[in-house]
């Protein structure tokens, strides 16, 4: 089974993550949410507040996660929750390593600065918020709720959360996968909707 870990960093944002891990899990893909707040008692870190107050539990903490295991690194955004992600050394070293050997990377929102900022989009289709667009350097600008060039996977926002998700789930899942699970949680892209 397919493993994805979601990080966690104070000021996050909560939709972002919180679809991913939902729509990932109900495809039956193996999804860890990891918190990567310093300080305290493991117990006491794994709490995360976001950038709406919402204060969820993470399933571990960065120091536990065997990235030996991982098959996906999920970054969701948040202003705050980006800055705190790219912070964290750790967490860039392991990302960088993932990108190197050809492993799959996502971002949403504001995070896909992170990777614009390490290179990892030069020559790449990528979307982020569209106030950071500046921020993917090198990339081919894509104003697409979801950009997936290669192990790289971005998108736009809180708005785009759903199709963001899906399109984890069409890679370790297969794209029929995908279709019925949208189907299952009554999801329809907009040009759907609006002929319907």
């Known amino acids: 089974m ?4 979601v990080f966690l960093a104070e000021g996050f944002e909560e939709i972002e993550a919180l679809t991913v ?3 990932c899990r109900r495809a039956e893909l193996e999804v860890s949410v990891v918190s990567v707040r310093g300080g305290g008692e493991p117990r006491e870190r794994k709490l995360v507040e976001g950038a709406h107050g919402i ?4 399933d571990t903490v960065f120091e536990e996660v065997d990235f ?3 098959d996906m ?3 969701p955004g948040g202003g705050l929750g980006t800055k705190n992600l790219e912070a964290h050394g750790g967490l860039m070293e392991r990302l960088e390593e993932f990108y190197r050997a050809g492993k ?3 971002a949403i929102c504001a995070a896909p600065s992170i990777l614009g900022h390490r ?10 918020y569209p106030a950071l667009e500046s921020h993917l350097e090198g990339a081919q600008v894509s104003r697409e709720a979801v ?3 290669g192990t790289v996977v971005t998108s736009r926002g809180m708005g785009t959360a759903i199709p963001f998700s899906l399109a984890i789930t069409e890679i370790f899942c297969g794209r029929e996968k995908a279709r019925s699970l949208a189907e299952g949680i009554v999801y329809h892209d907009g040009e759907e909707a609006r002929t319907r």
Request: overall charge positive; proline content about 0%; aromatic content about 4%.
């Open 119 to 128: 290179g990892m989009l030069k020559g790449r289709k990528a979307c982020s």
């Open 68 to 70: 030996t295991r991982l």
């Open 104 to 106: 799959y990377v996502a």
């Open 147 to 149: 950009a997936v060039s």
């Open 73 to 75: 690194i999920v970054l």
């Open 2 to 5: 397919s493993k994805l870990a």
């Open 55 to 58: 204060v969820v539990r993470a």
């Open 21 to 23: 891990v939902d729509v």
